[in-house]
């Protein structure tokens, strides 16, 4: 195969001039519209109370959930080589990840459902609780097998509805701002108010009838869209007819330099541990209505700061490079997490309501300036990526070498799952207890792990994207040759195509 650097002298300076792609979208209206939409799906939910579900409602053992998240955890990597290496061989007239989503993405959603019935399944039963210990176990690891084919289609589809680097920045920048406007934390702060009702008593009803009813409502509405999306979306970045060697997916991710990096990158940043600050401010300072509606009122004045981030991409984009964004959001966000812990770690601030509320609101202002820049660059830097994997090698094998990106992070998730476990029991906290009444060591770490530890653990995580090779010359050469191999490899296939059919005509 001939370089894929070659090229002739000035035809990347001519690239960045004419840029193949800038006049021409593939997406149209109604899949613009669907795509938006699946994208905000994807924030609707729940998710952040989910600890606390499994803590005090469905109540499984912090020990016990140690050990069957190594299991699942380690089912997990195992299954996901497989499962990709299929994903990756597969063609069809629906495209090579399509057919996964359309197929699965209904049953799966059912079944999915039985989550939320857990506490009904198992009313009042204790943590260790031999027959629900089994269902949880099994479910998990059903649910989660299933969901690999979906999850690894889904993350190589994204990358391949337009072969345009700049509609598909364009398509990130619309998704992420339709997701501010139409509120992507408004569930969590519905149901922060439905928990606090429920938790201080004022509402005479058990706290697992709540998150049955937001669970299973934010997950159907959520279903829908993404499903719809599935239906009218189409893949048009073109596979090669020849299917590529698993080992090639995993050798991407050392031979490809920028995949290489974004591995390292989550590698070392993969090492943050901590907990959710919603379980501080639960635990801290109690389930309040006046606290959720402070916090509600901070993102709602913060939110239009972050739609209006989106309007830098494109100015911001043209004066600096990927690379200096990429890091600069990064420290950016860390010197913002470090200032919110100093103000509570000084004189036990933390356990003062008006100071902490007055730094989360000054914290949240400050990190929607580069909310949309951060967003989208880290978004359509894994796209680049991906090109440029298919630039350097000919073939594209989105799923194998997104699985062998992430094996090394799910081992390590696994290994942090059971340790986060063991360390919540270690600080003391105590499962199903009032709201508030958790000990003032308990309510100290609980700070500290949602405060700075996650900054702390996962610093190293900076260091590769200072590396990052695709500068302003090298990504106008990569999208003009890919262009050109593009319309090749159709032209290709056309004449194959006529070519039999004429054969079997003459026979």
Known sequence: MADKNSTAPGIAENAAEKNVYRSYNYVGTKETVAYLFNDWSNTFNISGYGGRFIWDVVKIDFGISAIVGLFTGTWDVINDIFISAFVDNSRSRLGKFRPYLVLLQIPLSLIGLLYWFLPYMFPNTAGTYVPKL?????????TETAGTFTGIAKAGYMSTITPNPNERVRLITLAELLTGYMGEDMPGYIFGFLYDMVATGRWKIQLRSIFVGMGVGCALISSAFTFWFFLVSKERVPQTLERPDIKQG?????????????????????????????????DVHGANTMI???????????????????AFVAPLRKRF????????????GDMLCLMF???GFINNNYKKLKPMLIVYGFREFFAKLLFGVNKV??????????????????????????????????????????????MMKKIGYVQGKKIGTQTEKTKRWEFILCAIMPTITGALGIVPKMFWPINRKKHAQMYYELSERRNNMVSDYVDTVVDNTDSDSKR
């Open 250 to 282: 995993f050798l991407a991710i050392v031979k490809n330099y920028p995949v290489l990096l974004m591995a390292l990158s989550d590698f070392f940043g993969n090492f943050a541990i901590g907990m959710g600050e919603k379980d501080y401010w639960i």
């Open 292 to 310: 959720n509606t402070v916090l509600a009122l901070v993102s709602g004045i913060s939110g239009p700061v972050g739609s209006i981030s989106y």
């Open 341 to 343: 812990f100093l103000t």
């Open 134 to 142: 089994v269902f949880y176990f099994l479910f998990g690891v059903i």
């Open 321 to 332: 490079s990927s690379k200096f964004l990429w890091v600069g959001a990064d420290m950016y």
């Open 377 to 422: 660059i880290n978004a359509d830097l894994w796209n680049e990526a991906m090109d440029y994997c298919e630039w350097k090698s000919g073939y594209r094998m989105e799923a194998t070498t997104g699985v062998a990106k992430s094996l090394v992070l799910k081992l390590q998730g696994v290994v942090k799952s059971s340790i986060f476990n063991l």
